[in-house]
């Protein structure tokens, strides 16, 4: 049974550029959670899709914007990136909404130049 | 302002040795206390999750304790080993129909032989 997957592990990019992180929720799970975790701090969250809608936003800007597609499977893009955009992003799942427990991935680090 | 404060923010200990980190929160709705456990480089663990009416629970050699009434929460690793080392994150979930958590910033715990 595999768990959350997330892709790629690891990235590099300019100030700018655009970027797509992608996430493979646990099998069984439906809401995919996305959080940005910059080194020595805890992880923020940015925003959860559930039955491919958007249900939640954490404090970002409009830069960043996601995708669930009919398999579950979600997206997180980050437009115009700025070197404060450096973390490691993580994606959670869940079954349903509500207080469920959370499976995480381990993350795409990117690292903006 | 929903926060999570985790103190100490480090902590080396011996292999053997016993330890506890704290959690404070103010958060509100109260829906749960979870701590995670994250490994360098991977993704957050669960290792115990616990709701309003429950004081304690266990995970092996993990110990949590709630507090509703202070918002206070301690973890309790006995007998560390050096796979305990990690950075060991408290959460606080939000009431309410959503998944929301609020993370702490972390306990980073190094075990050392």
């Known amino acids: 049974d595999a768990g959350v997957t997330q892709s790629p592990t690891h990235l590099i990019k300019t100030r700018g550029q655009q970027v797509t992180l992608r996430c493979s929720p646990k099998s069984g799970h439906d809401t995919v959670s996305w959080y940005q975790q910059a080194l020595g701090q805890g992880p923020q969250f940015i925003f959860q899709?559930?039955?491919?809608?958007?249900?939640q936003r954490g404090n970002f800007p409009d830069r960043f914007s996601g995708h669930q597609f009919p398999n579950y499977s979600s997206e997180l893009n980050v437009n115009a990136l700025l070197l404060g955009d450096s973390a490691l992003y993580l994606c959670?799942?869940?079954?349903?909404?509500?207080?469920?427990?959370?499976?995480f991935g381990d993350g795409t680090r990117l690292s903006i130049l | 302002k929903n926060q999570v404060e985790q103190s100490p923010q480090s902590l080396i200990i011996l292999e053997g040795k016993n330890c506890t980190l704290q959690?404070?929160?103010?958060?509100?709705?109260?829906?749960?206390l979870r701590w995670y456990k994250q490994d360098t480089g991977r993704g957050p663990v669960s290792l115990t999750i616990m709701t309003f009416s429950e004081n304690t629970k266990s995970n092996g050699r993990y110990t949590a304790t709630l507090d509703a009434d202070t918002k206070q929460s301690s973890l309790h690793i006995t007998a560390s080993q050096l796979s305990d080392s990690a950075s060991y994150i408290c959460v606080v979930g939000l009431g309410g129909a959503t998944n929301k958590l609020i993370f702490g910033t972390g306990t980073l715990l190094a075990v050392q032989p």
């Open positions: 959690c404070n929160y103010t958060v509100s709705p109260f829906s749960n």
């Open positions: 959670a799942s869940s079954r349903g909404q509500g207080n469920q427990p959370q499976h």
């Open positions: 899709y559930y039955e491919e809608e958007e249900r």
